[in-house]
């Protein structure tokens, strides 16, 4: 089969398509044919080895110490099973699934025990859609339900609100029956309004911190240090939640476990089968859809990661692995649908 691999950390030109040997299965796996992977930021920090703050040494220890251990990046995909192991009870060949993995989803077969962060995909979802939910669905919906706890009627601010996990999080803090704000450039506004906010405001033209507004979470998915600024326009039970645990943060919800007044939260989000279900629900009865800013095909997989690193694309960067996959040509023909409910 063929498989992108790189065997030294670096930029998105490390990496290559090779033939490999296609996988084993054991008797509880399953064998995929992927059709489409999408390039995460998570992607580019086991490429890049770059781990933030103190989770450098440990991010070294578990994905290779001078070079990546396992050489096939990719850690969302959609495809088809194609081969079942003899104990398998969970799925059947033919069946379209989708998920996340630890490795190995930018490559033509993928083999996953049948109890992975893996759910079908539903109906009328097409290949290169489900490929680019499980990274940002999976974190936003922990962090909106699980973590902010957020309730019908909270006033929501996402930071980055056109991020890969932005533009879930405002479609499940809507859901969720919040008043959502999104912050992002002028230039994506209009991609976040239609995804759901209530209101947007660009980072450029308006200091969020100075509106006099205030807001019951405020969901940071673009650092770990801004608690301070966030906590004056925070209600008095109000959340400050970021995706990153940074020292900054750790003090802070140490601080206001002591001391009351708003709460700050963070949290490392580990993709289960329970949360790709949930997700998997919330897709087909239309509360979340994903944007796609870039197909690419397997050969030009480092033009893909390239992509994602110019952070200039309005939407999910994909690899369509397949040549038969079938592609929605329009991401953006239901967003209306959202913004009206």
Partial sequence: MKATIHT?????????????????????????????????????RLRSADFPGIAAVVGRLMFGLLRPRNPTPGTTFAGRVVEVGESVTRFRVGDRIFGGCDTGAQAEYLALSED??????PEGVHYDEA??????????????????????????????????????????????????TGVCSGAKAQMVRELGAHEVIDYTQEDWTKNGKAYD????????????????????????????????????????????????????????????????????????WPVIGARFPLEQVADAHAALEDRETRGAVVVMVAASAEIDADPFADTALWAAQ
């Fill in 8 to 44: 030294q950390y670096g930029s998105p030109r490390v990496l290559r398509v090779e033939d490999v040997a296609r996988p084993t299965l054991a008797e509880d796996q399953i064998l995929v044919e992927v059709h489409a992977s999408a390039v995460t930021q998570g992607d580019r």
């Fill in 217 to 288: 979470v405020v969901f940071d998915t673009v650092s770990g240090t801004g608690y301070g600024a966030a906590r004056r326009s925070l209600s008095e039970n109000g959340c400050y939640a970021s995706l990153y645990m940074t020292p900054q943060i750790a003090f802070q919800m140490l601080r206001s476990a002591l001391f009351g007044g708003p709460r700050a939260a963070t949290g490392v989000v580990m993709p289960k089968q329970k949360l790709t279900d949930d997700v998997a629900a919330l897709l087909a009865e239309g509360a979340i």
């Fill in 131 to 180: 490929a680019a939910i499980p990274y940002g669905a999976h974190t936003a919906l922990q962090f909106m339900r699980d973590i902010a706890s957020v309730q019908p009627g909270d006033r929501v601010l996402i930071l980055g609100a056109s991020g890969g996990v932005g533009r879930f999080a405002v479609q499940i803090a809507r859901h969720l029956g919040a008043k959502v």
């Fill in 116 to 121: 992975a962060a893996i759910a079908r995909i």
